[in-house]
Nanobody
Framework: QVQLVESGGGLVQAGGSLRLSCAAS????????MGWFRQAPGKEREFVAAISWSGGSTYYADSVKGRFTISRDDAKNTVYLQMNSLKPEDTAVYYCAAPRSRITTMRSTYDYWGQGTQVTVSS
C-alpha cells in the first residue's frame, strides 16, 4: 500500500516562499511520476504540478507557472514543491498524489493521496 505524508505547510505573507515535502513509501518510488494538487475552501481539487518518473519532465498549472517548482529526490523517496512569490489565492490544502501508472493533470489518474498540508497566504 502506497503511503504519502506531506509536510511544510504554514502561514506566510504574500510574496513569501514555502517548500512542501512529500515522503512516499510502499512501492518503488523511482518508477513513478508524482503530482501535487490543491483544494481551496468551496472549490474543487485542482492540479498544481507533476513530475515524471525520471524527473526529466515537469508540468504546471498556468496559475503557478514561473512561481512553483516541482522536484524529486529518489534517494529520499521524496517529492518537493517549492513555492515562491506566493499570493493570497494560493491559499489551500495541498495534496501529494501518486498515479496508478502515468502522470496526467487529471485527478482521476491518481490512486494514492496524502492527508494534505495547509498553506495560508496573508495579504
Amino acid at each position: 500500500q502506497v503511503q504519502l505524508v506531506e509536510s511544510g505547510g504554514g502561514l506566510v505573507q504574500a510574496g513569501g516562499s514555502l517548500r512542501l515535502s512529500c515522503a512516499a513509501s510502499g512501492r518503488t518510488f523511482s518508477n513513478y511520476g508524482m503530482g501535487w494538487f490543491r483544494q481551496a475552501p468551496g472549490k474543487e481539487r485542482e492540479f498544481v504540478a507533476a513530475i515524471s518518473w525520471s524527473g526529466g519532465s515537469t508540468y504546471y498549472a498556468d496559475s503557478v507557472k514561473g512561481r512553483f517548482t516541482i522536484s524529486r529526490d529518489d534517494a529520499k523517496n521524496t517529492v518537493y514543491l517549492q513555492m515562491n512569490s506566493l499570493k493570497p489565492e494560493d491559499t489551500a490544502v495541498y495534496y501529494c498524489a501518486a498515479p496508478r501508472s502515468r502522470i496526467t493533470t487529471m485527478r482521476s489518474t491518481y490512486d494514492y493521496w496524502g492527508q494534505g498540508t495547509q498553506v495560508t497566504v496573508s495579504s
